[in-house]
């Protein structure tokens, strides 16, 4: 018996076991006596176990194990899982929130989520919990906790959960700021009075530059205020170029809501030729609204360079592993993109048809909305919608549906080929629906008809009666469209009558000879007698048409047909359908003449046999064209709750300058000579694209004449057909090939440079000053590049004005640091020509990450400049009084090593302060911590009294402050020294523009960032005298910054070349915040310390 | 987003619900058992239903209905998606994803289920952070569970969930570091009675397993790249790279994944590995008809043919087929009328054949359709659309990595009519 065995398994943590089955047993018995039914029995003996079960529980949550706890809280998730009510052990649970176990929190917060709703007040037991552990320092806990908090809904704590995301929002760590924005949403859901401060959090977050961050906010503003569209202008071009990094579940979000944008924001791109070509091409072409708009409008059209930005950043995304990101890429272009760039998507969307037969659904009935408007786009993959017998049969209509659109004079013997193996399928549903089909292709195309009628009457003599049926349905419809003689076809479909059952089918024959009554006078009395024999047993739609064929032949052939149509309408009169007693009602008056019937009765032929229009043969999917593609309304055809319209585009495209973000990039607007690039460049970028739109024209020209060129013969059409899709696909990719060569370019350097590592140094510095020509001429391209696009024109006045500001405080600052600089003047000058160092600046893997990183189109610069000054200061390595006359000092040169690009370059100057020679000076043992390598310098063979020498050495400190131990040994003596580098000195300066410093900067937050605020006088924050000592402490180079309160400083670790990004942010009052970002934690918490009392001290 | 998931076996039984927002009845179920009655079979359940308040998302694998209520406008595919998603990573944690398996592990399931969703929004479905955060229950672990009292809950932090490489997890170790690559092509065709090809196109992916200490930065480069047609690649593929180069440039996840999944569909380029001569008839007046398939190769680069097997569905006439194979196991259910037959190896020399007779049903008039034959077999060592692997190089880490590639074409959905 089961549950007793079930007891037996609980055994071991119960007290009063042995005696529970006993009693179960006797209750048993006892009721076995009573003759209680046995159901009655078994509730008792649950209800019994199930108390037991929970005392059970309860004591184990209470132990003080934690083995026991977890496995009742185990089993209570069972018990949720399964979908029991576990409610009762509330208090028993929410004890257990603090608990040490992470599995057992866990565990509990899931039961907290499922049951605080029920059990408001024991739930707040835990928020104290939660509050606490919102101010942890690890930033999941602090996450994790905001997710419970918020995902409890009780409403007596909204406050203390808005205030939770607030804080939350401001979090350094970007993975807590994305639990904040979805926090929103629950909140919202909770309580939507929120509404209001809940915007602006959205706001805040939604100028956050994580792409953690990004969708999830995005979603958040879906959700709490879809119409706050405004909210969404100056982040428009960063979510843009965010796009390629946010994960895939953001990208869909962030599509969706960038199309609806970009159709309140810019224009139509939709010119008349495209649309009138559309309707020349289409049979269902409805009258679009749009058409009457660009008719409008008859200037030229340029696309809004944004508009283009949103186009071109979300392309890369079709190649997406993800269905959902695909589909919305593709409705995105089908929205808002030239028709003639539409073309691309429909590739990656067959594609997806490999996929789960619920993707295929879902992608097909898109292609089949799109293959009736635009069937351009398909006809190339038309045997991708060739119809498999293992395929389930909602695809199979689907697939159907799709072959019907695409079906055009050149194709369509191939596909009638096709659709007569369908026809003969097992799936009599399907074969059904391939009938329909042949019907509608036999009335879209004309030159078929014939031979599709020919077909479907073959089908007539099926043996299987829903292929009949359907084929007769057919066949009306088809022989309503022509005029034409068909009598031998109506015969045998009178002959039909006899066998078919099918309730359609028969109608449709009635009516059919009803229409055609004149043409075959000798069959259609006779049917009439034979269906009014059987009338009393027909299918209601049949006695109506028997009732219509009636009143026909009574108009027409009155002579044979009176007395039969009398009797029909007598036995309609006493019909149990009161639609068929009205419709008898009404004939009678109509046909018969007696002295009531009114002027009406004249008219009663041509009221009945009338030319009546032929029906439209639809696609059902005609209608869905005004949802959103890729939506839950486009699939069900119906509004789905919080479906968002999408807007038609407006006339006059709203102020394209609300996107303009304030952001002053200075690297590239310090040389003139990359400002007149850049303007070229602007200029190409627009001509280009109405080149293209002009090119884009001509080649759909082309495509549709070759359709109607190309032969019978399935093959060739199918060659054809491709090839011109192709070309379509090279003209609308060329545009981006432009910037593909010019990132091959940098590819290939970046691959020449980590290929030329293993070379000797000695070659590459004499190559030194050609490659870094080149470099520098790259960068310069790429930085112009990524200007253009990231650029509107109307920004660039703006900007001009800020860029004299620039100048000025350039010039302002170059004479200062002239005074501190030891070095050549020719040589300084760091940031305005970013000189390549002959080492590769960043190691091959980096450098691939970067550009790895940044799919989007603007690719950070960074490159390794020279260093900005170089400090005199030396350290002791060895007084010559404990190097019995030998001194020796060491200072840091700051330039790259020769010997290694992973060492810091150390020059040591060596004195020989006795009155002999030192003989043979040179490095002995090395105790050097585990990773530090070290390049010696070479014996010195001898120094003379009161000579000197300096020589230079390598040392890789791998990114740490260790001390290198090592012995200077002379011919005689040993000794210790170690050399301990400070911190700054495992820096290489790196030239970058402020816009890079900042997507960098974006990236490294949370633990990769360190911050102190340092207060001092403020003569000590004057730009000089900050760089001035930055520079000094630190191996740093100057960012230019676009702010005067903010002084950038970037660099990159020697070792391992992570970038260290130092800023200085003066406040009000004296006081000023030093942050460092870097993925280097240690060395930056040093940094830190090093430069704060040095920037504070006067 | 996602309100709710119920897990509904072949019975109709609500194994396993998930609430991510408030309560959802499981009486909107019924919603769904309805539609499920009317689609008699499985495959043929509507992906979306309507309800009046809710809609219900479904996906059926491993004869388990994901059931997901929503409320509101969502992208169909992005729930489609990730209840596929959901179904990966379940296979993924416990190698089937099937009832019983489901309901042994379900507290790893509930775990792993509230971790990949907040508030119905994905949060983690990277399987790499997943299994940071909740380690997939093994023999050994649990032994080691029960022994040491530890859980399976991860009490490292996910790093990989806030670092740039989202799909790779930190401070990976491996004594053995071997990288190996299955480039895997299946052949979707549709033959007709003559023989002669109506379409055919190749499907390929690239899977790997990668176990590479440290943070390991692979270049895949190809002898042909331009044969792929369209791609798609897995998220750690530099898409930059492939544009300008052709180079798969990536930082590898660790473990298997798919790398690169492609489409080769250049019409008449696709060679036909095998060649199915049949020869099916049915008489009217007799109540037997004949049968013969015989299976040979056809282009196959001097690759042998292995795992053949054929799959008929016959009409419903047929009542019973009594045939003898030249080669292998043959087998007609009489109830789902499907005849299979498993070849196994192909010999060149004598084509494997089966003939024999079907009995029909006295009186019934013959099918207007003759059964069409799926395919499957599979050849070791050739990739059909002639793709090929240039090599394989590493960057960012210093030691050296063993390397394997597989090739391997299957047939896809290949058919044949007759």
């Known amino acids: 018996m089961r549950p007793l065995s079930l007891a037996c398994r609980w055994r071991p943590s119960c007290c009063s076991y042995l005696t529970l089955p006993i009693i179960l047993f006797l209750i048993l018995m006892k009721m076995m006596y009573f003759k209680l039914p046995i159901i009655k029995i078994k509730v008792w003996i649950f209800f019994l176990l199930f108390c037991n079960r929970n005392e059970d529980l309860k004591q184990m949550l209470e132990s003080n194990k934690d083995s026991a706890k977890l496995d009742a809280m ?81 409403p007596i704590i909204v406050p203390i959960m808005m205030l939770a995301i607030k804080e939350a929002s401001a979090d350094l760590s970007p993975y807590v700021r994305k639990n904040a924005a979805h926090a929103i949403q629950k909140l919202y859901s909770l309580d939507p009075e929120q509404k209001e401060m809940l915007i602006e959090v959205i706001e805040k977050l939604l100028k956050d530059k994580s792409t953690l961050v990004a969708g999830s906010v995005v979603m958040a503003f879906e959700e709490v205020c879809p119409d706050r569209i405004d909210l969404i202008h100056k982040n428009y071009r960063k979510l843009c170029n965010l796009l390629v990094d946010v994960e895939e579940w953001g990208q869909v979000v962030i599509i969706h809501m960038l199309t609806r944008y970009a159709r309140t924001q810019f224009v139509s791109p939709w010119k008349e030729g495209d649309e009138l070509e559309d309707n020349e091409k289409n049979f269902y072409e409805s009258d679009d609204d749009q058409k009457e708009k660009t008719d409008k409008r008859k200037k030229p059209y340029t696309m809004d360079p944004d508009h283009r930005l949103l186009i071109r950043n979300t392309k890369p995304l079709l190649q997406s592993r993800n269905a959902a990101v695909v589909m919305a890429v593709a409705q995105l272009y089908w929205h808002i993109s030239p028709k003639s760039e539409a073309g691309i998507i429909s590739k990656s969307l067959v594609r997806l048809l490999r996929s789960n037969r619920e993707v295929q659904y879902i992608v097909l009935q898109n292609i089949a909305t799109m293959s009736i408007q635009r069937k351009g786009m398909f006809e190339p993959y038309l045997k991708s919608f060739y119809v498999r017998s293992t395929d389930p049969t909602m695809i199979k209509t689907l697939k159907l549906e799709i072959l019907t659109n695409l079906a055009n004079e050149a194709n369509i013997s191939t596909l009638l080929r096709e659709f007569q193996t369908y026809v003969k399928s097992q799936d009599k549903q399907f074969a059904a629906a391939t009938i329909q089909t042949i019907g509608r292709c036999a009335t879209n195309i004309v030159e078929v008809t014939d031979t599709c009628l020919n077909g479907l009457v073959c089908l007539l003599s099926n043996r299987d009666e829903i292929v009949v049926a359907e084929s007769v349905v057919v066949i009306k419809k088809l022989l309503q469209m022509q005029p034409v003689q068909h009598g031998e076809i109506i015969k045998h479909m009178a002959k039909l009558l006899d066998s078919i059952t099918v309730p359609v089918a028969r109608a449709s024959i009635l009516w059919l000879i009803g229409e055609n009554c004149e043409r075959v006078p000798k069959i259609a009395p006779d049917v009439l007698r034979k269906m009014a024999k059987s009338f009393t047993s027909e299918d209601d739609l049949v006695k109506l048409q028997i009732l219509n064929l009636g009143a026909k032949l009574y108009l027409t052939n009155s002579k044979q047909t009176k007395l039969l149509t009398q009797y029909i309408l007598n036995l309609g009169k006493y019909d149990q359908n009161y639609d068929i007693r009205d419709r008898t009602r009404f004939i009678r008056q109509l046909i018969v003449p007696n002295e009531k019937s009114g002027a009406l009765s004249k008219y009663a032929k041509k009221i009945f046999l009338a030319q009546k229009p032929a029906p439209l043969l639809e696609s059902p999917f005609k209608d869905r064209d005004h949802f959103q593609l890729g939506t839950l309304s486009h699939t069900l055809n119906i509004k789905a709750t919080g479906y968002l319209e999408l807007s038609n585009w407006p006339e006059v495209a709203p102020d394209p300058s609300v996107r303009n973000v304030e952001v002053i990039e200075l690297a590239k607007e310090w040389t003139p000579a990359g400002k007149a690039k850049q303007e070229n460049s602007a200029k190409k970028f627009y001509s280009e694209s109405e080149e293209e739109e002009d090119s884009s024209d001509s080649s759909s020209d082309s495509e549709s004449e070759s359709g109607s060129e190309s032969g019978e013969e399935g093959d060739s059409n199918e060659d054809s057909s491709e090839d011109s899709s192709s070309e379509q696909d090279s003209e609308s990719g060329r545009e981006s090939g432009l910037e593909n060569k010019r990132t091959a370019k940098r590819n290939s350097k970046a691959k020449g440079k980590s290929g030329s590592e293993d070379e000797e140094k000695e070659n590459e510095k004499s190559k030194t000053s050609d490659s870094s020509n080149a470099e520098s001429s790259s960068i310069e391209d790429s930085s112009s590049d990524s200007e253009s696009e990231s650029e509107s024109e109307s920004e660039s006045e703006s900007r001009k004005v800020t860029q004299e500001k620039e100048k000025k405080t350039k010039q302002g600052r170059t004479p200062l640091t002239k005074d501190v600089s030891l070095l050549d003047l020719d040589d300084f000058n760091p940031v305005s020509t970013p000189v390549a160092l002959p080492i590769p600046a960043l190691s091959p893997s980096l450098m691939a990450d970067l550009e790895g990183l940044n799919l989007s189109t603007s690719s950070s610069v960074i490159s390794v400049s020279t260093p900005v000054f170089v400090p005199t200061k030396t350290h002791v390595l060895l007084h010559r009084m404990s190097g019995k006359g030998l001194a020796a000092h060491y200072f840091f040169p700051r330039q790259p090593c020769i010997f290694g690009d992973k060492m810091v370059s150390i020059q040591i100057t060596l004195n020989n302060t006795t009155d002999q020679k030192i003989e043979n000076i040179h490095i002995g043992e090395k105790k050097l911590p585990i990773g530090l390598k070290m390049h010696v310098f070479n014996p010195i063979d001898s120094l003379e009294p009161e000579g000197s020498i300096t020589v230079s050495m390598g040392i890789d400190f791998c990114d740490s402050t260790q001390t290198a131990s090592f012995q200077l040994c002379t011919k005689d003596d040993c000794f210790s020294v170690n050399i301990q580098p400070p911190v700054g000195e495992l820096l290489l300066p790196v030239a970058m523009s402020e816009k890079d410093f900042k997507k960098e900067q974006g990236m490294l937050t949370g633990m990769n960032e360190t911050s102190a605020v340092i207060i001092a006088a403020p003569q000590n924050f004057t730009p000089s005298v900050i760089f001035q000592k930055v520079v000094n402490i630190a191996n740093v180079g100057a960012v230019p910054s676009g702010q005067d309160n903010i002084h950038r400083f970037a660099a990159k670790t020697v070792h391992s070349g992570s970038l260290m990004l130092v800023t200085v942010e003066l406040k009000e009052g004296s006081t000023a915040q030093l942050i460092i970002n870097t993925e280097k934690t240690v060395i930056g918490s040093v940094l830190l310390r090093e430069l704060k009392p040095v920037l504070s001290q006067g | 987003m996602i309100h709710s998931l119920f897990l509904i076996n072949s019975s109709g039984d609500i194994f396993l619900e998930k609430h991510w927002k408030s309560v959802v009845s499981r009486s909107v179920c019924d919603y769904f058992f309805e539609a499920q009655e009317r689609a008699t079979e499985a495959e043929n359940v509507p992906p979306v239903i309507p309800t009046p308040h809710h809609y219900l998302l479904s996906v059926y694998r491993h004869k388990i ?117 299955d480039v895997i092509e299946e052949i979707d065709a549709i033959i007709d009675k003559s023989g002669s090809t109506i379409t055919a196109e190749i499907q390929g992916v690239i899977d790997a397993c990668v176990k590479l200490t440290g943070m390991p930065d692979l270049t895949l480069s190809f002898m042909n790249p331009r044969l792929l047609d369209d791609v798609s690649f897995h998220p750690c593929v530099r898409f930059k790279r492939w544009e300008s180069e052709r180079i798969l440039s990536f930082i590898p996840p660790d473990g298997n994944f798919r790398l690169l999944s492609y489409h080769v569909s250049a019409q008449n380029l696709v060679a036909i590995p095998v060649y199915v001569k049949h020869n099916i008839s049915f008489r009217d007046s007799s109540s037997l008809g004949r049968f013969e398939i015989t299976v040979g190769p056809k282009q196959t680069m001097g690759k042998t043919i292995e795992g053949v097997t054929v799959t008929s569905q016959m009409p419903k006439g047929v009542l019973n087929m009594s045939l003898t194979p030249s080669q292998g196991t043959h087998t007609f259910d009489p109830v789902t009328k499907m005849l299979s037959w498993d070849v196994g190896k192909i010999n060149p020399q004598k084509p494997p054949n089966l003939k024999g007779t079907m009995s029909l049903q006295a009186g019934a008039s013959k099918p207007d359709e003759n059964p069409t034959i799926n395919l499957q077999f599979k050849i070791q060592q050739l990739a059909i659309s002639g793709l090929k692997v240039n090599r394989l190089d590493m960057y960012g880490e210093k030691y050296k990595p063993f390397k394997g590639i597989k090739y391997m074409t299957k047939a896809g959905k290949f058919q044949v009519r007759t």
């Open chain 2, 65 to 181: 209905f994901f059931v997901a209520v929503i409320q509101t406008e969502v992208p169909p595919l992005f729930v489609i998606e990730f209840l596929h998603r959901v179904v990966d990573t379940f296979q993924d944690y416990f190698g089937v994803c099937s009832e019983p398996v489901i309901k042994d592990n379900v507290v790893v399931v509930y775990e792993v289920l509230e971790e990949m969703l907040d508030n119905g929004f994905p949060l983690a479905t990277e399987s790499n952070i997943l299994k940071e955060l909740i380690k997939p229950p093994t023999i050994l672990r649990t032994v080691v569970n029960t022994i040491t009292g530890s859980t399976n809950v991860g009490d490292q932090l996910p790093t990989g969930q806030l670092s740039v490489v989202p799909w790779r997890r930190t401070g990976v170790k491996y004594t053995n570091n071997e990288a190996y690559f």
């Open chain 1, 74 to 154: 185990k089993r209570i998730v069972g018990m949720i899982a399964k979908g029991k009510n576990a409610s009762e052990l509330f208090p028993a649970v929410v004890k257990n929130v603090a608990s040490k176990n992470i599995e057992i929190k866990k565990l509990v917060y899931v039961y907290l989520v499922r049951y605080a709703e029920e059990q408001q007040d024991l739930a707040l037991l835990s928020i104290s919990t939660f509050q606490r552990a919102l101010k942890d320092p690890n930033q999941l806990i602090r996450a994790s906790a905001l997710r419970v908090l918020s995902s409890i809904r009780v």
